[in-house]
């Protein structure tokens, strides 16, 4: 009956939905935070040791505040910091209440939290809850004891099922998704590693826990909670492993508990899922998560940097362009995990890693690379143009850290590992992460990224460094809201290597263009009969400057520009029709 009466409520109170799933350019400035927001994730743990114990804390993270600020974060996105075995990077949780003791007391974050929110930073969680650790306290139980409640908060089966060894999230490393419990005298099911049995959300007893949990932190301060995968906790436990029933209905009922609680708190999700599954995670009418990462632009994205070409990333766009209007996507470039590219075609995958990741130690679980985004692109020209994209895109952008100064991979490392290393601060011990001769992780201290050359402190005090462009690009972004809450298009340039995207607001409209080709490209007409498109300078030197009137674009290799057109203007041409005379953007490349 609660869902009935939702699914009817939520056509009145919401704004209006078009068929297009856009908003009207007068809806876009509606008080949405996570639509306005600059999200940055990062692992405590390894981001800066107060206390010379080797290990990053909440103390730490406190102290590198004003950084985070400074760079024009508004929204933090926190790794697991609960207590671990930290047999996968504490994403293998013990105790969904605590605070792992390395990182600090409920104190400490508490401090945290609130000296964030004084500089207007948000704080967000990972929520895992599609497994805990086999060493928490409910398997332990549910395994020795048949009788226990325990026991059906996990998902068993006497005999080995015929689909044991399919559906591994992690194939190459993980073998089987059916393991045997010799104490239990069953066999458990994991999606994930052995050591990480799955939960059972279809319970009612595990869906009560699951709300204390939220309860707890929302308490404390946080703002709400990235949702870990999120098609795993809905699946249907004895369906299919490769195609299973979902509950949906699972991430309506969090949602609205998480609302009850803290009406502006957000859930964003970890959902690598087909493009028309995405209207039943967003929700009809936005009922379902706030905001989602979209992985599948991201894989056409990294084929268009390997390639050049455009023609699949504008494709993914489309096909990702209709949610509710109180939805988001959530647009990155690199994450914590690998890059994903099981969507796309052999041909396309080997593509990339031809570019991107040649070496078989480069590559992960049979579809992706487990590089930092510095070093597979190499080219600071295009490195630099990928950001610009990034923050052109419509959606939030989000950044993981040490992106912005264009931090290294240790392949040494296992798995993902490789791109989570400590914090380079500074070209001292450790790059200035901690005091202690032994690191939780050790820094990259070799080859061209190693911290005496990739670090803060240099970059801070370089006009011209990663770190200085993308503290302008991120100003840039928010002095222009109508990326990511207007009404966009994609353009046509007549060119294969050139993605034009133009966003709409009620004011004025946003035009940024961007060439994935180390040649020059030349677009004739984009400004054709447009008396009021400017360039907005981005290179902290110019400010804006009118364009010629005949409306041509040059642009450098990996070049790109942003410009807007301001009202009572002819809007921009959809054909791009080609005349004489050049126009060249403030803010492209260099």
């Known amino acids: 009956m609660r869902r009935v009466l939702l699914t009817l409520l939520l056509p009145l109170l919401l704004p209006t939905y078009k068929a297009t799933g856009q908003p009207r350019p007068t809806d876009f400035i509606q008080e949405l935070w996570y639509k306005k927001g600059v999200v940055y994730n990062?692992?405590?743990k390894v981001f800066q040791d107060s206390d010379g114990d080797g290990v990053g804390d909440f103390n730490g993270l406190t102290r590198r505040l004003d950084y985070l600020s400074d760079l024009g974060v508004t929204v933090l996105w926190l790794?697991?910091?609960q207590p671990s075995p930290n047999?996968?990077?504490?994403?293998?949780?013990?105790?969904?209440?605590?605070?792992?003791?390395?990182?600090?007391?409920?104190?400490d974050l508490r401090n945290f939290i609130q000296q964030a929110k004084k500089r207007g930073i948000r704080v967000v969680m990972d929520l895992v809850v599609n497994h805990t650790s086999s060493q928490h306290p409910w398997f332990q139980q549910a395994r020795r004891n048949k009788e226990s409640p325990y026991r059906s908060w996990y998902v068993w089966s006497q005999q080995r099922p015929r689909d044991w060894n399919k559906g591994m999230i992690f194939p190459g490393v993980q073998h089987e998704t059916w393991s045997y419990?010799?104490?239990a005298g069953?066999?458990?099911y994991h999606r994930f590693y052995r050591f990480q049995p799955d939960l059972n959300a279809q319970n009612p007893a595990v869906q009560a826990e699951l709300r204390n949990v939220v309860r707890h932190w929302l308490a404390l301060g946080i703002d709400g909670f990235r949702l870990d995968a999120v098609p795993f906790f809905i699946e249907v436990p004895g369906t299919s492993v490769n195609n299973p029933d979902l509950q949906f209905d699972l991430l309506m009922w969090l949602r609205q508990f998480i609302q009850w609680q803290k009406g502006d708190a957000l859930l964003l999700g970890e959902t690598n899922v087909a493009p028309k599954e995405n209207k039943q995670y967003f929700g009809q009418y936005g009922e379902g998560m706030q905001m989602m990462f979209n992985f599948y632009v991201n894989q056409f994205l990294f084929y268009a940097l390997a390639t050049g070409d455009v023609g699949t990333l504008e494709k993914a766009l489309e096909a990702t362009r209709d949610v509710p209007t109180t939805a988001q996507w959530a647009f990155f470039l690199r994450n914590h995990d690998e890059i994903d590219l099981g969507r796309l075609s052999k041909r396309q995958r080997e593509a990339v890693y031809a570019r991107m990741g040649p070496d078989k130690n480069m590559q992960l679980y049979e579809r992706g690379i487990r590089r930092r985004l510095a070093p597979m692109l190499a080219n600071p020209a295009q490195l630099r143009m990928a950001y610009s994209l990034l923050f052109a895109l419509p959606g939030t952008p989000v950044l993981r850290y040490g992106e912005e100064i264009g931090m290294g991979d240790d392949l040494r490392l296992k798995e993902r590992l490789a791109i989570r290393t400590p914090m380079q601060w500074l070209a001292g011990p450790n790059g200035g992460f901690t005091t202690a001769r032994q690191p939780i992780r050790p820094p990259i201290q070799q080859g061209p990224y190693r911290y005496a050359n990739v670090n803060v402190t240099a970059q801070r005090q370089d006009s011209a460094s990663l770190l200085t462009h993308i503290r302008r690009l991120i100003r840039l972004r928010k002095q222009y809201p109508e990326i990511g809450q207007g009404v966009w298009q994609l353009r046509k340039s007549h060119s294969p290597h050139v993605l034009i995207l133009a966003s709409e607001g009620p004011n004025r409209t946003v035009v940024t263009v961007h060439n994935f080709s180390p040649h020059p490209q030349t677009i004739r007409g984009l400004f054709e009969g447009a008396r009021g498109a400017r360039g907005i300078g981005i290179n902290g030197k110019t400010g804006p400057s009118p364009i010629d009137k005949t409306g041509d674009i040059q642009l450098?290799?990996?070049g790109y520009g942003w410009f807007t057109i301001e009202p009572k203007t002819n809007p921009v041409p959809p054909d791009?029709?080609?005349?004489?005379?050049?126009?060249?953007?403030t803010g492209r490349g260099r």
């Open 42 to 44: 990062l692992d405590v």
């Open 79 to 81: 790794a697991p910091f």
């Open 87 to 107: 047999q996968d990077d504490g994403y293998d949780i013990s105790d969904f209440y605590g605070i792992d003791a390395r990182l600090g007391t409920q104190a």
């Open 181 to 183: 419990d010799s104490l």
């Open 186 to 188: 069953a066999y458990f």
């Open 556 to 558: 450098p290799g990996y």
């Open 576 to 585: 791009g029709k080609s005349t004489s005379g050049r126009a060249t953007p």
